[in-house]
C-alpha cells in the first residue's frame, strides 16, 4: 500500500509540469488565442528561475521571477498577435525557437550549479500517517499549488463575469467589440496569464522537480501541454487527468530501470511523445465534437476595422 | 496617434523590405547585446559577419551550411502556402540521415556509382515516410500536424540514438556512440578543392528550380496555393483537401530527407547521435524570410548560414558562447512577423475626432 501511495505521489510530481503550462494556455486559447511558443516560455521560465534561486538563494522568489519571465516574452507575442496581426501560428513557433535559443544563451553558466530547491512538505504527524499519510500531506507545495490554480480557473471561468467575458471573446470578437468589450485588451491579459503559467510549469521543473538548469530541459513538455489542452476538449478538470497520465508514462522510464527491466533507455523515452500521437488521434477523430468544443476564434487573428 | 489602417490591397513591396527591416533590427539589437555583455560591437560585428567570410575555406561553409537549409525550407514553403504546418523537418532530416545512412554502412565495402543515388533515395523515402505519419494521421484522424510532426522528431532523434548507441556502433570506436566512417563512394564528392564544400549545393539549386517550377507551373502547385489562400473555394472548386496535406507533407518530408543524408554523406560522413545542429527548424525561419518564394528562400539560406557560422566565430574570437546563434534566429522571426504588418496595413496618424453636437441644418 505504501508502495502504492510513492507511486502516487510520484505521478502527481512528474504530471505537474504539464499541469501549469496546460492550464495556462487553456485559458490563453479560451480568449480565442493559439500561442504554440509554450515550449519556449517553460524554458525561460526554467532558466530563470534556475539563475534567481541560485544568486538569491529563494527558490520562491525564482518562482516568481520564472512567472514573469514566461509572462514577459508572451508578452512579445501578445505584441505581434494582437496588435501587429501577425499569424498566430509563425509567431507561436517563432517565440519557442526564441525561448530555447534565449534560454541556452543565458542558461550557460548555471549548468552545473547546485541550488537549495522546493522541497515536498513534511508536517509533523500528519505526513508520517500510514498510507494517507504521504497520499494527503506529502507533495511538493508548487503540486497543492497548481491544484489551487486548477480550481480557481475552473471558478473563473464558469462562475464569473469576468471568466465569462473571456469566453465570449474566445467564441465572438466581433460580437464582444460590438458590445464594448476591449477584445485586444482582454486577449493581452488571457495571454500572458498563460505565459506566467507556462514559466511557473519551467520554474516548478528548475527549482523543485529536477533541480537543476540543463539546456532544453522541459524536453517537449510545452508542446505536450498544448495536446493536452486538445485532449482536455477545453475543460480545465480533464487538464489534470491528462497530466497525471502522462506523468505516469514519463515515470515509467525511471520505474523500467528501478525494477531492472533490460531494454533500452531510449525505447522508454520515446514512450511520452507516441503516447501523445496516439492519445491525440483518438481525441481528434471526432471532428465535430472538437469544432463544437474548442473556441470559434481560436487561431484568428481580430482586427476592429476588418 | 498612430493607427493601424487595413489596406485595399496586400503591398508588394512592403512584402519585400520587411526581411531587409528585420535583418537591420536583428543587427541592431545584436549591437545592443554585445554592448551589454562588455564586448567592443564592432569587433563582435567584425568575427560575426566579416571573419567567416574571409576565407575561401570560410565562403565553402557558408554555402555547405546553407544547402540543407535552402533544401528543407523550400519543402517546408510548399506546404506552408498550403496551410500545412509541418514543423518536424528536423525529425523528416533526421530519419532520411538513418535510412540513407543504413545503406553505406549495410554495403561498407561495397565501390559501386550505384551506392551514393541509392543512399540518397533512401534518405528521401526515410524523410517521406516520417512526414507521411503525420499526414495520414491528420486526413484519418484530423489530428493537428504540427504537434504530431514536432512529436515525431523527439522519436527519430531517439531512434537515431539508439542506433549509434547499439546496434550501428563501430566497433573500434572505443565505445564513442557513432558508427563506422563511410567508404569513399558513400560520400558526396567535394565541389571545390580546399573547401568541404560538396556536389549537395548542385543538387539542391536543381531542387529548388524543380519546387519553383512545381509551385509555379504545375495543376496540383497551383490547387495546392488555392487551398492556403482561400480554403473555402479550394473546397468549391473541388481541390481535395487531402491531397493537399498529402503533397505538402511529403513534399516538406522529401527535401528534409535528403538534407538529412546530404549531411551524413557530406560534411559528416559516419552516423553520430546528432544528425544536424537544428536545421529543420532554423529552416522554417528561411522559410519565411525567404517570403515561402524559392529565390527568396535561396537568399535567406545564406543569411541563416552566416548566422551559424558567426556563433561559431563568436564562440572562438568572442568567448560567447553559440548558443547566441538561436538567439539571433528567434529575434530574426520576431522581426519579420512584426515589419509584415505593413504587408496588409498602413500606418496612420489618427486625428482627434472633431466632435460635433449641432445637428445639420440648426444653428
Given at each position: 500500500?505504501?508502495?502504492?501511495?510513492?507511486?502516487?505521489?510520484?505521478?502527481?510530481a512528474?504530471?505537474?509540469?504539464?499541469?501549469?503550462?496546460?492550464?495556462?494556455?487553456?485559458?490563453?486559447?479560451?480568449?480565442?488565442?493559439?500561442?504554440?511558443?509554450?515550449e519556449?516560455?517553460?524554458?525561460?521560465?526554467?532558466?530563470?528561475?534556475?539563475?534567481?534561486?541560485?544568486?538569491?538563494?529563494?527558490?520562491?522568489?525564482?518562482?516568481?521571477?520564472?512567472?514573469?519571465?514566461?509572462?514577459?516574452?508572451?508578452?512579445?507575442?501578445?505584441?505581434?498577435?494582437?496588435?501587429?496581426?501577425?499569424?498566430?501560428?509563425?509567431?507561436?513557433?517563432?517565440?519557442?525557437?526564441?525561448?530555447?535559443?534565449?534560454?541556452?544563451?543565458?542558461?550557460?553558466?548555471?549548468?552545473?550549479?547546485?541550488?537549495?530547491?522546493?522541497?515536498?512538505?513534511?508536517?509533523?504527524?500528519?505526513?508520517?500517517?500510514?498510507?494517507?499519510?504521504?497520499?494527503?500531506?506529502?507533495?511538493?507545495?508548487?503540486v497543492?499549488?497548481?491544484?489551487?490554480?486548477?480550481?480557481?480557473?475552473?471558478?473563473?471561468?464558469y462562475?464569473?463575469?469576468?471568466?465569462?467575458?473571456?469566453?465570449?471573446?474566445?467564441e465572438?470578437?466581433?460580437?464582444?467589440?460590438?458590445?464594448?468589450?476591449?477584445?485586444?485588451?482582454?486577449?493581452?491579459?488571457?495571454?500572458?496569464?498563460?505565459?506566467a503559467?507556462?514559466?511557473?510549469?519551467?520554474?516548478?521543473?528548475?527549482?523543485?522537480?529536477?533541480?537543476?538548469?540543463?539546456?532544453?530541459?522541459?524536453?517537449?513538455?510545452?508542446?505536450?501541454?498544448?495536446?493536452?489542452?486538445?485532449?482536455?476538449?477545453?475543460?480545465?478538470?480533464?487538464?489534470?487527468?491528462?497530466?497525471?497520465?502522462?506523468?505516469?508514462?514519463?515515470?515509467?522510464?525511471?520505474?523500467?530501470q528501478?525494477?531492472?527491466?533490460?531494454?533500452?533507455?531510449?525505447y522508454?523515452?520515446?514512450?511520452?511523445?507516441?503516447?501523445?500521437?496516439?492519445?491525440?488521434?483518438?481525441?481528434?477523430?471526432?471532428?465535430?465534437?472538437?469544432?463544437?468544443?474548442?473556441?470559434?476564434?481560436?487561431?484568428?487573428?481580430?482586427?476592429?476595422?476588418t | 496617434?498612430?493607427?493601424?489602417e487595413?489596406?485595399?490591397?496586400?503591398?508588394?513591396?512592403?512584402?519585400?523590405?520587411?526581411?531587409?527591416?528585420?535583418?537591420?533590427?536583428?543587427?541592431?539589437?545584436?549591437?545592443?547585446?554585445?554592448?551589454?555583455?562588455?564586448?567592443?560591437?564592432?569587433?563582435?560585428?567584425?568575427?560575426?559577419?566579416?571573419?567567416?567570410?574571409?576565407?575561401?575555406?570560410?565562403v565553402?561553409?557558408?554555402?555547405?551550411?546553407?544547402?540543407?537549409?535552402?533544401?528543407?525550407?523550400?519543402?517546408?514553403?510548399?506546404?506552408?502556402?498550403?496551410n500545412?504546418?509541418?514543423?518536424?523537418?528536423?525529425?523528416?532530416?533526421?530519419?532520411?540521415?538513418?535510412?540513407g545512412?543504413?545503406?553505406?554502412?549495410?554495403?561498407?565495402?561495397s565501390?559501386?556509382?550505384?551506392?551514393?543515388?541509392?543512399?540518397?533515395?533512401?534518405?528521401?523515402?526515410?524523410?517521406?515516410?516520417w512526414?507521411?505519419?503525420?499526414?495520414?494521421?491528420?486526413?484519418?484522424?484530423?489530428?493537428?500536424?504540427?504537434?504530431?510532426?514536432?512529436m515525431?522528431?523527439?522519436?527519430?532523434?531517439?531512434?537515431?540514438?539508439?542506433?549509434?548507441?547499439?546496434?550501428?556502433?563501430?566497433?573500434?570506436?572505443?565505445?564513442?556512440?557513432?558508427?563506422?566512417?563511410?567508404?569513399?563512394?558513400?560520400?558526396?564528392?567535394?565541389?571545390?578543392?580546399?573547401?568541404?564544400?560538396?556536389?549537395?549545393?548542385?543538387?539542391?539549386?536543381?531542387?529548388?528550380?524543380?519546387?519553383?517550377?512545381?509551385?509555379?507551373?504545375?495543376?496540383?502547385?497551383?490547387?495546392?496555393?488555392?487551398?492556403?489562400?482561400?480554403?473555402?473555394?479550394?473546397?468549391?472548386?473541388?481541390?481535395?483537401?487531402?491531397?493537399?496535406?498529402?503533397?505538402?507533407?511529403?513534399?516538406?518530408?522529401?527535401?528534409?530527407?535528403?538534407?538529412?543524408?546530404?549531411?551524413?554523406?557530406?560534411?559528416?560522413?559516419?552516423?553520430?547521435?546528432?544528425?544536424?545542429?537544428?536545421?529543420?527548424?532554423?529552416?522554417?525561419?528561411?522559410?519565411?524570410?525567404?517570403?515561402?518564394?524559392?529565390?527568396?528562400?535561396?537568399?535567406?539560406?545564406?543569411?541563416?548560414?552566416?548566422?551559424?557560422?558567426?556563433?561559431?566565430?563568436?564562440?572562438?574570437?568572442?568567448?560567447?558562447?553559440?548558443?547566441?546563434?538561436?538567439?539571433?534566429?528567434?529575434?530574426?522571426?520576431?522581426?519579420?512577423?512584426?515589419?509584415?504588418?505593413?504587408?496588409?496595413?498602413?500606418?496612420?496618424?489618427?486625428?482627434?475626432?472633431?466632435?460635433?453636437?449641432?445637428?445639420?441644418?440648426?444653428?
Amino acid at each position: 500500500m505504501d508502495q502504492l501511495a510513492q507511486l502516487i505521489v510520484l505521478t502527481l510530481a512528474a504530471g505537474t509540469p504539464l499541469v501549469y503550462p496546460a492550464l495556462g494556455e487553456l485559458v490563453a486559447e479560451k480568449s480565442g488565442v493559439l500561442n504554440l511558443g509554450v515550449e519556449g516560455m517553460m524554458l525561460a521560465g526554467a532558466v530563470t528561475s534556475f539563475i534567481v534561486a541560485a544568486t538569491t538563494h529563494s527558490a520562491w522568489l525564482g518562482v516568481a521571477a520564472g512567472m514573469a519571465a514566461g509572462a514577459a516574452l508572451s508578452l512579445i507575442f501578445g505584441v505581434l498577435t494582437l496588435s501587429l496581426m501577425a499569424n498566430q501560428v509563425a509567431s507561436g513557433l517563432a517565440l519557442s525557437l526564441f525561448g530555447i535559443g534565449l534560454s541556452a544563451f543565458v542558461g550557460l553558466d548555471y549548468v552545473s550549479v547546485v541550488i537549495e530547491p522546493i522541497t515536498p512538505v513534511d508536517l509533523p504527524v500528519l505526513t508520517n500517517l500510514p498510507v494517507v499519510g504521504k497520499l494527503l500531506f506529502g507533495h511538493n507545495p508548487l503540486v497543492y499549488l497548481s491544484i489551487v490554480l486548477l480550481m480557481a480557473i475552473q471558478w473563473f471561468l464558469y462562475r464569473t463575469r469576468a471568466g465569462l467575458i473571456v469566453r465570449a471573446v474566445g467564441e465572438s470578437p466581433q460580437s464582444a467589440h460590438a458590445i464594448g468589450f476591449p477584445v485586444a485588451r482582454i486577449r493581452y491579459c488571457a495571454v500572458m496569464f498563460g505565459g506566467a503559467c507556462a514559466g511557473m510549469g519551467g520554474a516548478y521543473m528548475a527549482v523543485a522537480y529536477t533541480p537543476l538548469w540543463v539546456e532544453g530541459m522541459t524536453a517537449g513538455r510545452g508542446w505536450i501541454a498544448l495536446a493536452l489542452v486538445v485532449f482536455a476538449a477545453w475543460k480545465p478538470w480533464r487538464i489534470l487527468a491528462g497530466a497525471y497520465l502522462f506523468g505516469g508514462v514519463t515515470l515509467a522510464q525511471f520505474q523500467a530501470q528501478g525494477i531492472g527491466v533490460d531494454i533500452p533507455s531510449q525505447y522508454l523515452s520515446m514512450l511520452p511523445y507516441l503516447a501523445t500521437i496516439v492519445v491525440l488521434a483518438i481525441i481528434s477523430r471526432d471532428a465535430a465534437a472538437i469544432r463544437l468544443n474548442a473556441p470559434a476564434s481560436l487561431g484568428k487573428p481580430f482586427h476592429p476595422d476588418t | 496617434m498612430l493607427k493601424l489602417e487595413p489596406r485595399p490591397e496586400p503591398s508588394r513591396v512592403a512584402g519585400w523590405l520587411s526581411p531587409l527591416l528585420a535583418a537591420a533590427a536583428t543587427v541592431v539589437v545584436g549591437f545592443i547585446l554585445f554592448t551589454i555583455l562588455g564586448k567592443d560591437p564592432w569587433l563582435a560585428f567584425h568575427a560575426f559577419f566579416i571573419k567567416p567570410l574571409a576565407t575561401q575555406y570560410g565562403v565553402g561553409e557558408l554555402l555547405l551550411k546553407a544547402t540543407p537549409l535552402m533544401l528543407i525550407a523550400v519543402g517546408l514553403a510548399a506546404g506552408y502556402r498550403a496551410n500545412v504546418w509541418n514543423i518536424g523537418a528536423e525529425g523528416q532530416l533526421t530519419m532520411g540521415a538513418i535510412f540513407g545512412g543504413g545503406i553505406a554502412l549495410y554495403f561498407q565495402e561495397s565501390a559501386s556509382p550505384l551506392l551514393l543515388p541509392a543512399m540518397l533515395l533512401a534518405g528521401v523515402a526515410g524523410g517521406m515516410l516520417w512526414a507521411a505519419i503525420p499526414a495520414f494521421l491528420r486526413t484519418r484522424f484530423n489530428a493537428n500536424e504540427i504537434l504530431t510532426s514536432l512529436m515525431l522528431v523527439y522519436v527519430a532523434t531517439l531512434t537515431l540514438s539508439l542506433l549509434v548507441h547499439g546496434a550501428w556502433r563501430d566497433p573500434e570506436g572505443f565505445n564513442f556512440p557513432q558508427s563506422r566512417m563511410f567508404g569513399d563512394a558513400a560520400l558526396l564528392p567535394i565541389l571545390v578543392p580546399e573547401t568541404r564544400l560538396n556536389v549537395g549545393l548542385p543538387l539542391a539549386l536543381a531542387v529548388v528550380a524543380m519546387a519553383w517550377l512545381f509551385m509555379r507551373r504545375s495543376l496540383a502547385g497551383f490547387q495546392m496555393r488555392v487551398a492556403g489562400l482561400a480554403p473555402a473555394a479550394a473546397i468549391y472548386a473541388g481541390i481535395s483537401s487531402r491531397r493537399t496535406i498529402w503533397l505538402g507533407m511529403l513534399i516538406g518530408g522529401a527535401c528534409a530527407g535528403l538534407a538529412g543524408i546530404g549531411e551524413v554523406a557530406g560534411p559528416l560522413g559516419q552516423l553520430l547521435p546528432s544528425a544536424s545542429p537544428g536545421y529543420g527548424f532554423a529552416a522554417i525561419i528561411v522559410a519565411f524570410v525567404g517570403r515561402l518564394h524559392p529565390p527568396g528562400i535561396v537568399l535567406a539560406s545564406l543569411l541563416m548560414s552566416l548566422l551559424y557560422l558567426g556563433g561559431e566565430s563568436a564562440q572562438v574570437n568572442l568567448a560567447l558562447p553559440s548558443a547566441v546563434t538561436g538567439l539571433f534566429q528567434g529575434t530574426l522571426l520576431f522581426f519579420l512577423l512584426a515589419a509584415d504588418v505593413f504587408i496588409h496595413y498602413s500606418l496612420r496618424v489618427a486625428r482627434v475626432p472633431v466632435r460635433s453636437t449641432r445637428l445639420p441644418g440648426l444653428r
